[in-house]
C-alpha cells in the first residue's frame, strides 16, 4: 500500500481500508494467542498501513477544514 495510491481514494474507501486493517490486526493477535503460525513480520507491515492510513485521512481532513 503506498501513501499515493491512498490519497486518491475517498474519505469512505479510506474508512473501509482501516476497518479491514484493524480486523487483520485483531485476527493476527488472536492466531497469536491460540499458538498458530502467524508471521512475525505481519505485525509491523499492518502496523505502518494503519499508521500510513491515519495519516492520509488527517491531510484530508485538515484540507477539508481548510477549505471552508
Known sequence: ???????????????????????????????LATGQTVKPDQFGKVRKNVARLKTVMGEQARAAKGAK
Open 1 to 31: 500500500m503506498d501513501a499515493k495510491e491512498l490519497r486518491q481514494k475517498s474519505t469512505n474507501e479510506l474508512r473501509t481500508e482501516l476497518l479491514q486493517l484493524r480486523r487483520e490486526q485483531f485476527n493476527l493477535r488472536m492466531a
